[in-house]
């Protein structure tokens, strides 16, 4: 799924308009009927009180449309216009006019802090004050209206997005932006539910499809989107009948060190469960019966040295070669990299102390060769491009650096997001059970199983990011999140694979379940 731009949002509006030769009032009418019945059908006519805040462009047109309807269909609905400018929007107008057709009681003025209305815990807030439009810093008095939304605990619905945020920077206090219990976003999601610094505005959220033109959300670039199982489902490779282990390649995975010999019998193991055909670990000597004994179906290699890596020689032909989990940084560690990295042909998946080597040794970055996969987590990120002023910043940095030197950047996180170049595509499955000790190494052992079978590094990483989430998801159904571990979902690698092909449960009417019951 794509995440549209605030100006390709406008831009899709326009052309369906003129397309499907409406107007922008009836499109409007069009997005709030769809809230309308998003509502309707969870309530069914319960006459909580529903207090609707309207701004005075078209979000707060929106919520007119969405309170009319509300209005003529019994609910109990108080309207309010939040008055912080004199301009208005023509289609707030339009609506403005035609909700007082429908009630004597008009929307309520709102000026200043005191005329902030009385609202109760088991009361409905909807939010649609500002929306995407937002392009001005915000007046006191409406941010202390968002404080008494939070004060009031009432349930918050927010229309498009929570209001007070800006769709493409980080709010510089809390306290102003409507903190959404739910978000109904028009079309498309919208990148700030992905980022950690805004995710947090909204519990949950929703797409309402408004009937946008489809040959104009097929055929739009944009610079997000949203990885899910109906974008990788045509990913898969499936296998033929009369194949052998030759066929789905030889991933090498190097890493380990005294005490973390671990690392690589996670990644090696999640390699081999992804489908990699053949699988070397190249560790010190230390590690060597660990891995012999732990992962019969891998083979192994050693360094000279007993505890570390100090000379990286094979005699294997890898198809990818994953370097990093547990190798630490000491300096023959980081000289045996170097010389490495000077003669090394095959493509690499780089990980944990593999980048904070290239941190350190940022000239080592030029030696990569195109379309490497740098899997780094958050701090080993800011060592590699420095600080960032906050999560839209952070991408522009990581853009920089994936187009100056040919990488993919996968940002690990609770929504990982893939840098290519200019693109960027956010994952969708994964929990916070997964924040445990060594699931970054199953993810780059994923991903090297993944390329050795000949999915291209791109298409490796964000298959591999997809299916180490899915089976995350799948495992913590049996274990809970506290109880999750890396090996867990290693073990579950299978089903996320089998989930591919899955179709959705048809919905059940009650007559049904209830013979079922009997």
């Not at 937002?134 to 008494?148: A, D, T, Y």
């Not at 083979?299 to 020689?313: C, F, S």
């Not at 990569?368 to 991408?395: A, C, M, N, S, Y």
């Amino acid at each position: 799924m794509k995440i549209l731009s605030k100006q390709q949002i406008y831009e899709g509006d326009k052309i369906t308009a003129d397309k499907q030769s409406i107007s922008s009032t009836e499109l409007m009418e069009r997005a709030a009927i769809q809230i309308f019945n998003w509502m309707h059908m969870r309530m069914q006519g319960a006459q909580v009180p529903i207090h609707v805040f309207c701004g005075i462009g078209n979000n707060g047109g929106d919520g007119l449309v969405l309170a009319r309807h509300l209005i003529t269909h019994g609910y109990n609905v108080n309207t309010y216009v939040i008055n912080y400018s004199d301009k208005r929007s023509k289609d707030f107008l339009v609506n403005y006019d035609r909700i007082k057709h429908v009630t004597k009681n008009w929307p309520v003025l709102l000026t200043d802090d005191d005329s902030l209305p009385e609202i109760h815990p088991d009361d409905i807030i909807v939010d649609a004050v500002f929306g995407i439009g937002l392009n001005r810093p915000i007046i006191e008095w409406v941010k202390h209206l968002f404080q008494h939304f939070k004060k009031s605990k009432a349930f918050t619905l927010s229309i498009d997005i929570p209001s007070g945020i800006f769709p493409d920077q980080v709010p510089e206090k809390e306290d102003d932006v409507v903190w959404a219990n739910y978000t109904l976003s028009f079309q498309t999601p919208k990148l700030l539910f992905f980022l950690p610094e805004t995710a947090k505005y909204t519990v949950q959220w929703e797409v309402l499809d408004i009937g946008i033109d489809p040959d104009y959300l097929l055929h739009t670039v944009t610079e997000y989107e949203l990885i899910g199982k109906h974008e990788m489902l045509p990913v898969y490779k499936p296998r033929e009948k009369f194949s052998n282990k030759g066929v789905y390649g030889h991933s090498l995975i190097i890493g380990g060190s005294y005490g973390k010999i671990g690392a690589v019998t996670l990644a090696s193991r999640a390699a081999l469960s992804s489908g990699a055909g053949l699988v070397t670990a190249f560790v010190p000597k230390c590690g060597y019966q660990i891995l012999q004994s732990s992962l019969p179906e891998a083979m192994v290699i050693t360094d000279p040295d007993e505890e570390r890596l100090t000379n990286i020689k094979y005699d294997v032909e890898p198809s990818v070669i994953a370097f990093g989990v547990g190798v630490g940084i000491e300096a023959k560690t980081i000289a045996a990299f170097e010389e490495f990295l000077k003669t090394n042909k095959s493509p690499l998946v780089i990980d944990a102390d593999g980048i904070n080597i290239l941190a350190k040794k940022k000239a080592l970055l030029k030696l990569l060769p195109g379309q490497t996969v740098l899997t780094p987590h958050p701090k080993e990120l800011e060592r590699l491009i420095g600080k960032w002023k906050d999560d839209f910043d952070k991408l522009k940095k990581v853009k920089v650096l994936s187009k100056k030197y040919n990488l993919i950047v996968v940002i690990k996180g609770a929504n990982t997001i893939t840098i290519y170049k200019d693109k960027g595509y956010v994952n969708t499955t994964g929990n916070p059970g997964m924040a445990t000790a060594g699931t970054g190494d199953v993810l780059t052992g994923v991903i090297t199983g993944l390329i050795a079978q000949g999915y291209e590094p791109l298409e490796g990483a964000l298959f591999g990011i997809y299916l180490h989430g899915k089976a995350a998801d799948i495992a913590v159904e049996i274990s809970g999140y506290q109880s999750l571990i890396a090996s867990h979902v290693i073990e579950s690698l299978g089903d996320a694979f089998l989930d591919l092909f899955k179709l959705p449960e048809p919905p059940q009417n009650e007559n049904q379940s209830e013979e079922q019951e009997k």
